[in-house]
């Protein structure tokens, strides 16, 4: 199982990036798909989550309005786009699979947590600038 991520890069502050999570190995049909960041010297946190096998969201406060995330089943990908960023938005983003299948991201709130996942990309950076 290998979830790869792809899509960061440095940009100014309001504007737009498309993070990709790409799972290969193993077809993530019914599990909740994270995207996490984790900033220099701060904690891993939840900012984003989709149940793939009914598509709900949830977003972390800090990006809701912002920030959308969403499915191509077909291509075992999940996507972030990322709108309107910030410099707080700086960070590693990294994208991974709950460790408990069949359980919509609701079940893992109020916040998802890094140690509800188990599968772990290595990682994309994101960095704004002001």
């Known amino acids: 199982v290998q979830l790869v991520e792809s899509g960061g890069g440095s940009v100014q502050a309001g504007g737009s990036l498309r993070l990709s999570c790409a799972a290969s190995g193993y077809t993530y049909s019914s599990n909740c798909m994270g995207w996490f960041r984790q900033a220099p010297g701060k904690e891993r946190e939840g900012v984003a989550g989709?149940?793939?096998?009914?598509?709900?969201?949830y977003y972390a406060d800090s990006v809701k309005g912002r920030f959308t995330i969403s499915q191509d089943n077909a291509k075992n990908t999940v996507y972030l786009d990322m709108n309107s960023l910030k410099p707080e938005d700086t960070a590693m983003y990294y994208c991974a699979a709950a460790k408990r299948w069949y359980y919509d991201c609701s079940h893992f709130l109020p916040e998802l947590k890094a140690d509800d996942f188990g599968d772990w990309g290595q990682g994309t950076r994101v960095t704004v600038s002001s």
């Open positions: 989709i149940y793939t096998g009914g598509g709900s969201t």
